[in-house]
């Protein structure tokens, strides 16, 4: 058996990767340094061949590191190389939660130095060479040691936990360990803003003046209750704009980006974010918090049913990596890689609910607000951003959460403001 799940993983591996440069052929088939009509009055001839040569410059580094990436977890798994480390951890310790945390730690440390020379090129040259770039080297520093930290704390007790829940409660496993995961998600959904980000970004309220005050006179008009409406300094790692929406309840709160409110006009910006009150108010968020939760639920049940102790799928699983030794670390890297198609076949049903949620979003600003507003401020956020707006239809079905930029707007041409 272990031989079968080995060659079914060294398959996926290849599937996957193929899949990926099958997409990527397509896209690159729509390339071109010709402005094509329906990009007129959106993009000029000029800075289309620079969005084009953006989009070349980041897909080439993306090729390079996802093809090392690809490789060398195949040669991990040709050599036994997770065994050798799992191996060479247990001279140490052969307690189940200090092996999990230090084979895991060592992996995330190895793939974390491998990935930061295409970090630093993508940062320093690609994103410093079309203008959007205002990170400094001692930011980038800084930010990757708090990155690391926060990941080492929170994944560190976060796998701790599960594995000691694992390790004590049985067939229960899968469905403690669900309630634990969806109560740091509503908790991390609920205080995200106010934890996490101060670390890396200074949030201030917005201050008194026209915009807030036509913030908070739409939200009054849709009955949406809003206390909470930060500036967040984003112009201090680049140029690009955005805005989002955090939290639930009481602790909910919109985020404009100090480059987006630079961009965009009062009007601009207050369609924007009526776009984002329509998700919630159209109770996209606690959708899309209640199905992630069930995608959790499902994934940790057949998890489970491979991870069992003393099963035979759960030694062919250590045997199919090299081991001899059945643990829950190599159990839950083993069922990471085949869960693969499963995950792919979800993240397709998700992409197309998302683009739904998007176009019903949108028709929620336009009904509501403004709908030439939120097409003006979307025309600008692609353009400023240097966005690919004339991808493949068939590379947006499997990777585009989002409708593409022209579609968004020939939906909103349709919409009549109140």
Same mark, same amino acid.
């Given at each position: 058996m272990d031989r079968t799940i080995y060659i079914i993983i060294i398959s996926i591996i290849?599937?996957?990767?193929?899949?990926?440069?099958?997409?990527?052929?397509?896209?690159?088939?729509?390339?071109?340094?010709?402005?094509?009509?329906?990009l007129e009055g959106i993009y000029s001839a000029e800075k289309y061949k620079k969005s084009q040569d953006y989009y070349k410059a980041n897909k080439k580094l993306s090729f390079i590191s996802g093809t090392l990436s690809f490789v060398l977890i195949l040669l991990m798994l040709h050599f036994k190389g997770f065994a050798i480390v799992d191996n060479?951890?247990?001279?140490? !310790?052969?307690?189940?939660?200090?092996?999990?945390?230090?084979?895991?730690?060592?992996?995330?440390?190895?793939s974390n130095i491998l990935s930061t020379p295409f970090s630093i090129y993508d940062t320093f040259v690609i994103e410093e060479k079309y203008g959007f770039n205002k990170v400094t080297p001692k930011l980038f520093v800084l930010d990757k040691l708090k990155?690391?930290?926060?990941?080492?704390?929170?994944?560190?007790?976060?796998?701790?936990?599960?594995?000691?829940?694992?390790?004590?409660?049985?067939?229960?496993?899968w469905f403690i360990t669900?309630?634990?995961? !969806?109560?740091? !998600?509503?908790?991390?959904?609920?205080?995200?803003?106010?934890?996490?980000?101060?670390?890396?970004?200074?949030?201030t309220p917005l201050e008194e003046g026209e915009l807030r005050d036509a913030i908070e006179a739409f939200s009054k008009k849709v009955g949406f209750k809003l206390s909470d409406i930060y500036v967040i300094d984003g112009s201090k790692r680049s140029k690009k704009a955005n805005a989002y929406f955090s939290g639930l309840g009481s602790k909910k709160r919109i985020v404009l980006y100090d480059t987006l409110i630079k961009e965009n006009t009062v009007e601009e910006l207050v369609a924007v974010l009526a776009h984002e009150i329509g998700h919630y108010k159209l109770k996209h968020t606690? !959708?899309?918090?209640?199905?992630?939760?069930?995608q959790t639920g499902l994934m940790l049940f057949i998890l489970s049913l491979f991870i069992q102790k003393g099963s035979a799928i759960s030694l062919a699983l250590a045997k199919a990596l090299g081991s001899d030794i059945?643990?829950?670390?190599?159990?839950?890297?083993?069922?990471?890689?085949?869960?693969?198609p499963l995950s792919l076949i979800l993240g397709l049903a998700l992409n197309i609910v998302s683009r739904k949620n998007e176009y019903q979003a949108d028709k929620f600003a336009g009904e509501n607000y403004n709908s030439e507003a939120l097409q003006t401020a979307l025309k600008k956020l692609s353009v400023n951003n240097l966005?690919?707006?004339?991808?493949?239809?068939?590379?947006?079905?499997?990777?585009?959460?989002?409708?593409?930029?022209?579609?968004?707007?020939?939906?909103?041409?349709?919409?009549?403001?109140?």
């Open positions: 290849v599937f996957n990767y193929l899949l990926e440069q099958f997409l990527e052929y397509l896209n690159k088939t729509y390339w071109s340094n010709k402005l094509p009509p329906d060479y951890i247990r001279q140490f !310790t052969v307690n189940p939660i200090l092996l999990a945390l230090l084979f895991f730690g060592i992996f995330g440390l190895v990155s690391l930290l926060l990941g080492a704390v929170i994944g560190g007790v976060l796998l701790s936990v599960v594995v000691l829940i694992y390790e004590f409660t049985g067939n229960w496993f669900w309630m634990v995961i !969806t109560a740091f !998600t509503i908790f991390m959904t609920m205080f995200y803003s106010t934890l996490i980000v101060p670390i890396f970004n200074k949030q606690r !959708t899309g918090i209640i199905i992630g939760i069930i059945p643990s829950f670390h190599l159990g839950i890297l083993a069922f990471g890689l085949l869960y693969t966005s690919n707006l004339n991808p493949h239809p068939v590379y947006v079905f499997f990777y585009y959460s989002h409708p593409t930029l022209l579609q968004r707007l020939n939906a909103l041409k349709k919409i009549k403001n109140n």
